[in-house]
């Protein structure tokens, strides 16, 4: 079982900074991708970045320019620098993760889900 610890939410105002940490432990083999999702309240979540292990990232339209996803493989960790802040930006950050966890002598897939940290851009 793989386990995903997010941190680092909170509240600021609009063209503010933060930056948000997801720790995954747990029975992992290797993590293929990493990534981050945001569920603004009463809409569905969308995704905001992807990073690949060999660092290739993907991002959402919308945070082009402003977000930076990056990872430690070594910690098994994923971060989010996310600059000029906008109220849109506004929800809940979910990180996600997906690799092989080890079963008996083989290896099956995995992904996890973290609980969510909430980010609120706001005057």
């Known amino acids: 079982q793989v386990q995903l610890v997010e941190s680092g939410g909170g509240l600021v105002q609009p063209g503010g900074s933060l930056r948000l940490a997801c720790a995954a432990s747990?029975?992992?083999?290797?993590?293929?991708?990493m990534g981050w999702y945001r569920e603004p309240h009463g809409k569905q979540r969308e995704l905001v970045a992807l990073?690949?292990?060999?660092?290739?990232?993907d991002y959402a339209d919308s945070v082009k320019g402003r977000f930076t996803i990056s990872r430690d493989n070594a910690k098994n960790t994923t971060y989010l620098q996310m600059n000029n802040l906008k109220p849109d930006d506004t929800a809940v950050y979910f990180c996600?993760?997906?690799?092989?966890?080890?079963?008996?002598?083989?290896?099956?897939?995995?992904?996890?889900w973290g609980q969510g940290t909430q980010v609120t851009v706001s005057p």
């Open positions: 996600n993760a997906e690799g092989l966890t080890p079963a008996g002598r083989y290896y099956s897939d995995f992904r996890s």
């Open positions: 747990g029975n992992i083999f290797h993590i293929n991708r």
């Open positions: 990073i690949t292990d060999d660092a290739k990232t």
